[in-house]
């Protein structure tokens, strides 16, 4: 069964270093999103991209972080210069169809902690 | 904007009882219910959905009516095991190539 797949699983980093999570979605899947959850509860919507293209972003999204689709499979996030603040848990997710219909495919996550 | 309540938890229950976990949500439009479930350590998945008003969604032995007069998506199941221990989140489709909005999950301990 196809699966949306993450690296790393786990990453520790200090504060105000650049992170890059990756992220490898459903291969006929045409959006993609990052999520991000803190404390094993809420699950807060980062961003949501779209040919080639940021469709939505929330708050939370600021110049710190970035998106990139770079070569057709891979889907990466990048922070800049971590804070404290950012340790969480990071999904990405995938869907064919748009979020409305569709349901979002998710990936095991990548633990960020930030020293 | 769009937003989703979910009943507070954590909840406990003893094997086999009746689950409900409540789930009402404010919305333009008609959009798509979701419930996912995320298990300890686990990303999270997709335990059913509904597109439409009066629509039910069931999977497992859940089940999830969406209630356009209530706006409200009640996740249901009459006999609940331990496997069934899990957060479950309730999520509201967003428009276009938009964003889901989840609730803030509750959290379901099920006891031998």
């Known amino acids: 069964e196809p699966e949306v797949t993450q690296t790393p699983s786990h990453q520790v980093t200090q504060m105000g270093q650049e992170v890059i999570l990756r992220c490898v979605p459903i291969?006929?899947?045409?959006?993609f999103y990052w999520y991000r959850q803190i404390l094993g509860q809420k699950v807060e919507f980062l961003v949501s991209f779209y040919n080639n293209e940021i469709s939505e972003k929330s708050e939370i999204f600021d110049d710190q972080f970035s998106v990139e689709r770079p070569d057709g499979s891979n889907f990466t996030l990048k922070i800049r210069s971590t804070k404290l603040e950012d340790s969480a848990m990071y999904f990405c997710?995938?869907?064919?169809?748009?979020?409305?219909?569709?349901?979002?495919?998710f990936g095991e996550g990548s633990r960020l902690t930030v020293l | 904007g769009d937003s989703v309540t979910q009943m507070e938890g954590p909840v406990t229950l003893s094997e086999e009882a009746f689950l409900t976990i409540n789930c009402t949500y404010t919305a333009t439009g008609y959009p798509s219910l979701f419930w996912y479930v995320q298990y300890p350590g686990e990303g999270l998945q997709l335990l059913l959905k509904?597109?439409?008003?009066?629509d039910k969604g069931s999977n497992k032995g859940f089940e999830a009516t969406y209630r356009k007069e209530t706006t409200s998506f009640h996740l249901e199941k009459g006999s609940v095991q331990v496997s069934d221990s899990a957060v479950y989140f309730c999520?509201?489709?967003?428009?276009?190539?938009?964003?889901?909005?989840f609730g803030d999950g509750t959290t379901l301990t099920v006891k031998p």
């Open positions: 509904a597109t439409k008003a009066d």
């Open positions: 291969s006929n899947h045409l959006y």
């Open positions: 999520a509201l489709g967003g428009s276009g190539a938009g964003k889901s909005t």
């Open positions: 997710a995938s869907s064919e169809w748009a979020s409305n219909t569709g349901e979002l495919f």
